[in-house]
């Protein structure tokens, strides 16, 4: 199964794994997310289906830290580029840390330049 159909949440036969993986399946597209780019939750929902989803995506991103492969949580923001999730890493200024060091500016929480930075998963992962 290609990366794509496993963040898609398919199976080899194609069809929708079940609910409870879907913690597995925004794992999934966030580690597909490069370096340098992010997306937001409301995206990944709509990615897998899932539109109406934004806070799954959410708590699954609260959740990632307890993960065995590495998620690149930090890549995941909300709609306007703010850095909701900061309080779900190891200190709050954790995410901008990571977010500089791909070579992000942050103002206010914010990541400037958000949709020359955006990375949506239904056009680069079709």
């Known amino acids: 199964m290609s990366s794509t159909e496993q963040a898609k949440g ?7 794994k079940n609910h ?5 399946d925004v794992f999934a597209v966030v580690r597909l997310i490069p370096k340098g ?11 897998l289906g ?6 799954m995506v959410g708590w699954a991103m609260n959740a990632s830290h307890q ?10 923001v909300n709609r306007v580029g703010m850095l909701t999730g900061k ?6 200024e954790r995410m901008q840390e990571l977010l500089e060091a791909e070579g ?4 206010d929480n914010c990541i400037l330049d958000f ?5 949506d998963p239904e056009k680069e992962l079709e």
Not at 20 to 24: G, K, Q, V
Not at 69 to 75: G, I, L, N, S
Not at 87 to 92: K, S
């Open 10 to 16: 398919k199976s080899d036969k194609g069809k929708v």
């Open 20 to 24: 409870r993986n879907f913690f597995e």
């Open 37 to 47: 780019r992010v997306t937001n939750y409301g995206s990944i929902a709509k990615y």
């Open 50 to 55: 899932s539109g109406l989803s934004s806070r």
């Open 67 to 76: 993960s065995l492969e590495p998620v690149p949580a930090h890549r995941v």
């Open 87 to 92: 309080h779900h890493f190891e200190t709050p």
């Open 104 to 107: 992000h500016i942050i103002k």
């Open 115 to 119: 949709k020359k930075v955006y990375w």
